[in-house]
């Protein structure tokens, strides 16, 4: 691995790199760091204060897991509570009611409501086999009606026509009642926005809310509003009970700070993600990979956790005993490395952990070639003699046109295969359980 993407992931592990604990001097430099992603992620200030003080609780004179350094730990920890704020597992929109189950949106003008009305009811209707029934509740813009009508339509659904000098609540109680006669599972009621929050809207929502008795009040929000988000987040969540968010326009190149700062304010789960204008853009939110985004590392984290920890710390203690007592480390440790680099799903897969930012950077390494490279060095040792592998001293000329042969390589790439494990088996001996980095870099070619 070499280049851009190798660079900054040494790097990252150097800087991860610390004492034996966490401690209230070398977890306050580290914080720092996460402050500033986090307020670069837009989220807002006093969430992002609270957030800081339960990792600091959390991560103060926390012993360091086995052979994970502090930073490493600390980065665990920053990003499990990230996610576990922005909830945990999957959740589902709720429709145990008796039919027809209603959902109510909620939000602000240009929020995305129409549009995710009309997702949600391609999203019913599709993958839970429902029939729906949209209207719409915004009688001063006769334009949403409409817009709304040619959603659903497009959606599969059906939609209950409403006009400009009907009253809301008159219109959405005529909406459910037809629904119940005509036996639809769901009615979405999609209500007017204004620009900003305003008295009359709240009290116009809030009666919808009484007479309509939802069973999912979903607050749909901009991801792009940013630092806002939080006051509108307040506003409604003091007016409704609410039961979900909808966090539109992730495929924005916001790093998604309000799904933290909404989460925390209205203590809702956030249901769904809206990723594109399409009405099959509608995403079931995930916390972790989100989490991910925020800190602006992407996978970063768990990529750097997999290969410095997980996969290989025991293996590599193993490696480091087996030296010391004096059996050599041999083609056959080699080619277990090789496997776990396989097992961890080759190069390119974890390429596809990093960050968008990262990607284009990496996108001039080849790492399909670089997983093939893998793939030869396994079939060059399985064409070994177990004597060889353990003893590959003995492979000289002749021995190495067979193994070539056998592995459908070139006797150059065999040649390589040896020089390298011989760094390696210069690289464990000075091994003590670390230099495991350096380890897997040699390996990745
Ligand atoms: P409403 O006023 O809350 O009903 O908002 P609309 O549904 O009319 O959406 C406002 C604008 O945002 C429209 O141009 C939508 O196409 C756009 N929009 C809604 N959701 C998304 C999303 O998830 N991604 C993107 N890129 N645009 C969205």
């Not at 789960?269 to 925020?294: N, Y």
């Not at 093939?372 to 492979?395: A, F, V, Y």
């Amino acid at each position: 691995m070499a280049s851009a993407l190798a660079d900054k992931l040494t790097r990252l592990v150097k800087e991860l790199r610390g004492q034996a604990r966490i401690t209230e001097s070398n977890v306050q430099d580290m914080l720092r760091e996460v402050r500033m992603a986090l307020l670069e992620a837009d989220v807002a200030l006093p969430v992002v204060r609270d957030f800081i003080a339960r990792v600091k609780d959390k991560a103060l004179g926390q012993e360091v897991l086995g052979s994970l350094k502090p930073g490493q730990t600390l980065v665990g920890i920053v990003n499990r509570e990230l996610a576990a704020t922005m909830g945990q597992g999957v959740a589902d929109i709720n429709l145990a009611a008796q039919p027809p189950a209603v959902i109510l949106m909620a939000g602000l003008q240009g929020a995305g409501k129409t549009t995710t009305t009309a997702k949600l009811a391609k999203y019913l209707i599709e993958k839970r086999k429902k029939k729906v029934l949209t209207v719409s509740g915004d009688v001063y813009r006769p334009a949403a009606i409409e817009q709304l009508q040619t959603v659903t339509r497009q959606a599969g659904g059906a939609f209950f026509p409403s006009l400009p000098e009907q009253k809301p609540l008159d219109i959405a109680l005529a909406a459910l009642d037809h629904a119940r006669k005509h036996y639809f599972d769901v009615l979405l009621v999609d209500t007017a926005g204004r620009l900003a929050i305003d008295q009359a809207m709240m009290e116009e929502i809030k009666a919808l809310h009484a007479a309509l008795n939802p069973v999912e009040t979903l607050f749909v929000v901009d991801a792009m509003q940013g630092q806002d988000a939080i006051n509108t987040a307040r506003a409604f969540r003091e007016a409704l009970p609410l039961t979900g968010i909808v966090l539109t326009k992730l495929d924005g190149d916001s790093r998604g700070g309000a799904a933290l700062s909404v989460r925390q304010i209205t203590g809702v789960p956030i249901k769904f993600a809206g990723v594109s204008e399409k009405l099959d853009g509608l995403d079931v939110f995930d916390a972790e990979r989100h989490a991910g985004r925020i800190l602006g590392m992407g996978d970063i984290v768990a990529l750097v956790e997999q290969v410095t920890a997980g996969v290989d710390i025991e293996a590599a203690q193993k490696l480091a005993a087996k030296v010391k007592s004096g059996n050599g480390f041999d083609l056959n440790d080699f080619l277990s490395q090789i496997r776990q680099m396989k097992q961890m799903g080759g190069l390119s897969s974890l390429l596809d952990k990093l960050p968008a930012q990262l990607m284009a950077k990496a996108g001039a390494l080849d790492m399909d070639r670089a997983d093939k490279d893998l793939r030869h060095k396994e079939g060059i040792i399985q064409s070994m003699t177990p004597l060889e592998r353990r003893k590959p001293e003995l492979i000289k000329a002749t021995r190495k046109r067979r193994i070539a042969h056998g592995a459908g390589v070139h006797v150059q790439e065999v040649n390589r295969l040896l020089k390298e494990f011989e760094q390696m088996q210069g690289m464990v001996k000075k091994m003590k359980g670390g230099g495991l980095m350096k380890m897997m870099k040699t390996m990745g070619g």
